[in-house]
């Protein structure tokens, strides 16, 4: 009998995972801030506990139903990538281990995977967009406009189409329940400096080339994407949050990509997708998703992981 070819490490993490967690309330530490997918606890004066849990939103509303597994994919993608990323940008990663401030072994079960210790950093008052393709709101901007955030682009492009080169187009950080913001270059001048917006730009335009030429040879194409980004107490900028993740950026299989339609995708997409067709105001609270919706949405987000973890593909003879 031929023996079976063993389960990759993120199928195992993922498998013998502990049950969903929607949300968490460690008794070790105390909870400093529940964000829409992470929990925030403290460890002292410079190091935060931050959970990534499987909750899910869209149309920056928390739904009611989580992802399974989805918060493990979320934070081992991010770790993957910050460092392939290490050479472009510090990060905010400490090196800590979870057991050095927690010691309730169901605590560490549940948290493994899942979560980690960072540093605390000043976090930029914006969202440092990149696109590589014409999608979301920059398509319905340029078909307004013929321009996304300031900058023009050229005539007849069509859905889905490659841009000639990425462009940076920030967004503003909204409170819970509100929508992010387009804005162009002069305002982030304005919210961070004028060194400082330059650097933003040309780090974060960097990750995006690096990261979408490894994802590209694994048949994912990065559409765009978005980071953020903090500084230290020496003032150098950090790359914060997650990185590079289906919930943070568009995922198409490139072998399926084709201009003028919307790709199908290994994001949330295809969630929002789904709610595009219910009768909803986009406003909390969120339906509930059908179990199908939720077990598929859960595959795309395992196979984005596999994927840009795994091996580069063989090209086709």
């Known amino acids: 009998m031929r023996a079976r070819a063993p389960k990759p490490l993120w199928y195992l993490s993922l498998a013998t995972a502990p049950a969903t967690v929607h949300e968490t309330a460690l008794r070790s530490l105390p909870l400093i801030h529940r964000g829409k997918v992470r929990d925030i606890y403290a460890v002292d004066d410079g190091h935060l506990l931050i959970v990534t849990t499987d909750r899910l939103s869209a149309f920056d509303v928390v739904l009611p139903d989580p992802i399974p597994g989805k918060g493990r994919v979320l934070h081992q993608v991010s770790d993957f990538w910050f460092d ?12 800590r281990g979870l057991a050095e401030v927690i010691t309730d072994p169901a605590e560490l079960a549940l948290l493994e995977g899942r979560a980690a210790i960072f540093k605390r950093l000043d976090a930029l008052p914006i969202e440092a967009v990149v696109r590589g393709y014409l999608s979301g709101s ?30 940076f187009t920030p967004a503003t950080k909204a409170a819970a329940g509100a929508h992010d913001e387009n804005i162009d270059f002069a305002a982030v001048e304005a919210l961070v400096g004028a060194a400082r917006a330059r650097e933003v730009r040309a780090r974060a335009i960097a990750i995006y080339r690096h990261a979408a030429a490894h994802a590209r040879a694994r048949g994912i194409i990065i559409a765009d994407t978005k980071f953020e980004f903090g500084v230290d107490r020496d003032g150098a900028l950090t790359l914060i949050d997650e990185v590079l993740t289906p919930d943070s950026s568009r995922f198409w299989p490139a072998d399926t990509w084709q201009p003028g339609d919307s790709p199908p995708s290994f994001d949330k997409q295809y969630v929002r997708d789904y709610l595009e067709t219910l009768n909803w105001d986009k406003r909390a609270p969120g339906p509930r998703l059908p179990a199908a919706v939720i077990t598929r949405t859960a595959g795309k987000y395992a196979e984005a992981l596999a994927r840009l973890t795994g091996p580069a593909l063989t090209a086709a003879a």
Request: net charge positive; aromatic share 4%; glycine share 12%.
């Open 84 to 95: 392939q990323t290490a050479h472009i940008i510090r990060n905010h990663r400490s090196g």
């Open 138 to 167: 920059g398509w319905k901007d340029y078909k307004k406009s013929g321009a996304i955030c300031g900058i023009a682009l050229p005539a007849g492009l069509r859905l889905a189409d490659a841009l000639p080169e990425p462009i």
